[in-house]
């Protein structure tokens, strides 16, 4: 084995030398006709296979852009539900806040509350906290119990729409967790509050038929 | 001369006597019969011998700074220039001959002699007047020294001396539990050695058991509960988690068999009764249907509740019998302010209850006692809340602002003398505990 394998490229060489000498020897004929076909044919055959392979490559690169433009699809599709349920969900936490010392729904509450209504009921999986907060005035103990009842009061609202009772938890925080810490009204007012915190279902809402 | 048992009766009669005399503070204790001569209107004056031993100066400090802070003494200190020897030794045993005339001289009713035993410290109270031993007694003082046991011992020896001098018992060996950052944490009466609980959740509303070895607190927020605490064993137990409610306020009931607190839900907030033993359930007191009632604190008899309730719209203090019967507004004057009055606390003698009330938009500490029903406004500076009565039924503990932090300070109701407990911010809802005999 070995053996054959270094004697080949001597015999090759010989070859190649006594077909220069024969060469040389005479003038190359004119191309035969038979020879010309073959080359023909080759052209030819390479030509069909350049075509193929421009064909496969377009065919392969319409598919790459078909499933591109899929994905692209699929993927706005994605976004435009992400920013859907982003909205959806922005509705379901929005915060209410209330007056000094009351429990009471005001109007634009209710207003954030029916806006609510609908996300709640087109996504019955979802269950929310709501957390009833104080501002800083007023016993802080007192304020526990009065934070319960703000979020009692937006529960209410949340069943009596058609929630079911079992989905809303409410709790409180009183004065405790205050989202603006210097004394005064306009601070004071942001932290009379009700806020909504999506416990279960929620990484994807949908949004309700209109 | 007038023999009497209470000072609150000395201090009645010193208006009526004006310069009638001397008077005699006069108690029993372990059947040695005190009575020490002072003016009336005045502190008597005490002063402390230096103490030997390793830790004879902190029994000194600690002992002269109880006195100053019971509002009752006025300590005098001893110098050279009034011509005592301040070697820091006294002879060993007592009695040992005083130069009476002396500390008469420095204005001095009483002297108190302390002496380093194998197991504590042995304490002799002279009178000055009659130039004789007036008490003598033996302290156990815990190991180790200047822990926290062995301070409360001393706090006792501090408390034991004022009652041989005024026969009203001092508040020294006390302490006050408070929040700061929703945690639990207690503080000597004087000050020092704050601790930390740990707290099972967001803390608020620590109160004492009478026995003074339980705290329970409330937590807020979901899973909000009601817990006990045991100082002694550091275990703690809990009840109350329902979901939709949260429990505020706890207050054991002056028997200590009870819990009562309130229950925040859906449906406003009740007070309810929850036995300490057993698998009781707990039981409703209040019916405030829908309204808000929080904040109960017993009667020393245990026979009525004061509580803050909203059920006339605003909150307002109320009293009625312990079992919920009888709720009468108590908090029912009117000072043209949008009213708001909150945080009731029934003082030890039974007598008085103090609260607090808004007024021009701030908080401030009121008493009022049961029998006139006269609010008598004690603060005005910054906000002022969440007033504890003290053992002595005579200071009050709660948080103020006055400092420009929110701290607690201490306020002496007959003298109107004011210091400052702690000295971080954000420190809220004291509750002063009973006096801690047993460590």
């Given at each position: 084995?070995?053996?054959?394998?270094?004697?080949?490229?001597l015999?090759?060489?010989?070859?190649?030398?006594?077909?220069?000498?024969?060469?040389?020897?005479?003038?190359?004929?004119?191309?035969?006709?038979?020879?010309?076909?073959?080359?023909?044919?080759?052209?030819?055959?390479?030509?069909?296979?350049?075509?193929?392979?421009?064909?496969?490559?377009?065919a392969?690169?319409?598919?790459?852009?078909?499933?591109?433009?899929?994905?692209?699809r699929?993927?706005?599709?994605?976004?435009?539900?992400?920013?859907?349920?982003?909205?959806?969900?922005?509705?379901?936490?929005?915060?209410?806040?209330?007056?000094?010392?009351?429990?009471?729904?005001?109007?634009?509450?209710?207003?954030?509350?029916?806006?609510?209504?609908?996300?709640?009921?087109?996504?019955?999986?979802?269950?929310?906290?709501?957390?009833?907060?104080?501002?800083?005035?007023?016993?802080?103990e007192?304020?526990?119990a009065?934070?319960?009842?703000?979020?009692?009061?937006a529960?209410?609202?949340?069943?009596e729409?058609?929630?079911?009772?079992?989905?809303?938890?409410?709790?409180?925080?009183?004065?405790?967790?205050?989202?603006?810490?210097?004394?005064?009204?306009?601070?004071?007012?942001?932290?009379?509050?009700?806020?909504?915190?999506?416990?279960?279902?929620?990484p994807?809402?949908t949004?309700?038929?209109? | 001369?007038?023999?009497?048992?209470?000072?609150?009766?000395?201090?009645?009669?010193?208006?009526?006597?004006?310069?009638?005399?001397?008077?005699?503070?006069?108690d029993?204790?372990?059947?040695?019969?005190?009575?020490?001569?002072?003016?009336?209107?005045?502190?008597?004056?005490?002063?402390?011998?230096?103490?030997?031993?390793?830790?004879?100066?902190?029994?000194?400090?600690?002992?002269?700074?109880?006195?100053?802070?019971?509002?009752?003494?006025?300590?005098?200190?001893?110098?050279a220039?009034?011509?005592?020897?301040?070697?820091?030794?006294t002879?060993k045993?007592?009695?040992?001959?005083?130069?009476?005339?002396?500390?008469?001289?420095?204005?001095?009713?009483?002297v108190?002699?302390?002496?380093?035993?194998?197991?504590?410290?042995?304490?002799?109270?002279?009178?000055?007047?009659?130039?004789?031993?007036?008490?003598?007694?033996?302290?156990?003082?815990?190991?180790?020294?200047?822990?926290?046991?062995?301070?409360?011992?001393?706090?006792?020896?501090?408390?034991?001396?004022?009652?041989?001098?005024?026969?009203?018992?001092?508040?020294?060996?006390?302490?006050?539990?408070?929040?700061?950052?929703?945690?639990?944490?207690?503080?000597?009466?004087?000050?020092?050695?704050?601790?930390?609980?740990?707290?099972?959740?967001?803390?608020?509303?620590?109160?004492?058991?009478?026995?003074?070895?339980?705290?329970?607190?409330?937590?807020f927020?979901?899973?909000?509960?009601?817990?006990?605490?045991?100082?002694?064993?550091?275990?703690?137990?809990?009840?109350?988690?329902?979901?939709?409610?949260?429990?505020?306020?706890?207050?054991?009931?002056?028997?200590?068999?009870?819990i009562?607190?309130?229950?925040?839900?859906?449906?406003?907030?009740d007070?309810?009764?929850?036995?300490?033993?057993?698998?009781?359930f707990?039981?409703?007191?209040?019916?405030?249907?829908?309204?808000?009632?929080?904040?109960?604190?017993?009667?020393?008899?245990?026979?009525?509740?004061?509580?803050m309730?909203d059920?006339?719209?605003?909150?307002?203090?109320?009293?009625?019998?312990?079992?919920?019967?009888?709720?009468?507004?108590?908090?029912?004057?009117?000072?043209?302010?949008?009213?708001?009055?909150?945080?009731?606390?029934?003082?030890?003698?039974?007598?008085?209850v103090?609260?607090?009330?808004?007024?021009?938009?701030?908080?401030?500490?009121?008493?009022?006692?049961?029998?006139?029903?006269?609010?008598?406004?004690?603060?005005?500076?910054?906000?002022?809340?969440?007033?504890?009565?003290?053992?002595?039924?005579?200071?009050?503990?709660?948080?103020?602002?006055?400092?420009?932090?929110?701290?607690?300070?201490?306020?002496?109701?007959e003298?109107?003398?004011?210091?400052?407990l702690?000295?971080?911010?954000?420190?809220?809802?004291?509750?002063?505990?009973?006096?801690?005999?047993?460590?």
């Amino acid at each position: 084995m070995t053996v054959t394998t270094r004697a080949l490229p001597l015999v090759l060489a010989l070859f190649s030398v006594a077909m220069i000498d024969a060469c040389k020897k005479a003038p190359p004929p004119p191309p035969a006709p038979m020879e010309d076909t073959a080359a023909a044919r080759r052209a030819r055959e390479d030509s069909i296979r350049m075509e193929r392979q421009r064909a496969d490559a377009a065919a392969a690169e319409a598919r790459r852009r078909a499933a591109q433009d899929s994905i692209d699809r699929v993927r706005a599709a994605e976004e435009a539900a992400r920013r859907d349920s982003e909205m959806l969900r922005s509705t379901v936490t929005a915060v209410i806040n209330f007056d000094f010392d009351k429990s009471d729904l005001r109007d634009d509450s209710k207003a954030n509350l029916d806006a609510k209504v609908p996300v709640l009921l087109a996504n019955s999986n979802v269950t929310i906290r709501i957390s009833g907060h104080a501002d800083e005035r007023g016993s802080s103990e007192y304020n526990l119990a009065l934070g319960q009842r703000r979020a009692a009061a937006a529960k209410r609202y949340l069943v009596e729409r058609g929630v079911a009772e079992g989905r809303v938890e409410t709790t409180s925080f009183g004065e405790e967790r205050p989202i603006c810490t210097e004394h005064n009204e306009a601070c004071w007012a942001q932290n009379r509050r009700d806020e909504f915190e999506i416990t279960a279902g929620g990484p994807t809402l949908t949004r309700p038929r209109s | 001369m007038h023999r009497l048992r209470s000072s609150h009766f000395v201090l009645a009669l010193l208006v009526v006597a004006g310069s009638a005399g001397p008077v005699v503070a006069q108690d029993t204790t372990k059947g040695v019969r005190i009575g020490l001569r002072y003016d009336p209107g005045t502190r008597p004056g005490v002063a402390v011998l230096p103490v030997s031993g390793t830790y004879g100066d902190s029994v000194r400090a600690i002992l002269e700074r109880d006195f100053d802070l019971s509002d009752r003494l006025a300590v005098v200190t001893l110098t050279a220039a009034d011509g005592f020897l301040l070697t820091g030794e006294t002879p060993k045993g007592a009695p040992v001959p005083l130069n009476y005339a002396l500390f008469a001289k420095v204005g001095a009713a009483a002297v108190v002699q302390v002496t380093p035993t194998p197991r504590g410290m042995h304490v002799t109270l002279h009178d000055v007047e009659r130039a004789q031993v007036a008490s003598v007694e033996e302290f156990s003082l815990p190991q180790p020294e200047l822990g926290r046991d062995w301070r409360l011992a001393v706090h006792g020896i501090a408390d034991a001396v004022v009652e041989w001098i005024t026969g009203q018992r001092g508040f020294a060996q006390s302490r006050i539990a408070f929040i700061r950052g929703n945690v639990v944490r207690i503080v000597d009466s004087d000050g020092e050695l704050e601790q930390t609980l740990p707290v099972l959740g967001a803390a608020m509303s620590p109160s004492w058991h009478p026995s003074g070895g339980l705290i329970a607190y409330s937590t807020f927020g979901p899973e909000s509960r009601i817990v006990i605490y045991d100082l002694r064993t550091g275990r703690a137990r809990d009840f109350g988690a329902q979901r939709n409610t949260t429990n505020l306020t706890p207050v054991f009931t002056p028997d200590g068999k009870s819990i009562a607190y309130s229950l925040s839900s859906e449906n406003g907030a009740d007070l309810y009764l929850m036995p300490l033993d057993g698998d009781a359930f707990p039981r409703r007191v209040t019916v405030g249907r829908g309204s808000e009632n929080v904040q109960p604190s017993y009667s020393p008899d245990g026979n009525r509740v004061a509580f803050m309730s909203d059920r006339t719209g605003h909150p307002e203090v109320y009293i009625m019998d312990a079992d919920g019967t009888n709720p009468d507004i108590f908090t029912a004057f009117d000072f043209g302010d949008q009213n708001y009055r909150a945080s009731p606390d029934w003082s030890p003698d039974g007598r008085q209850v103090t609260f607090q009330s808004r007024i021009d938009g701030r908080f401030q500490i009121f008493t009022m006692t049961l029998r006139d029903r006269q609010p008598k406004q004690l603060t005005s500076e910054g906000e002022n809340e969440d007033p504890s009565w003290a053992p002595d039924g005579r200071h009050l503990v709660f948080s103020s602002t006055r400092s420009g932090t929110r701290q607690l300070w201490i306020l002496d109701t007959e003298s109107g003398r004011l210091r400052q407990l702690t000295q971080v911010g954000g420190s809220r809802l004291p509750a002063w505990s009973p006096r801690l005999i047993k460590p």
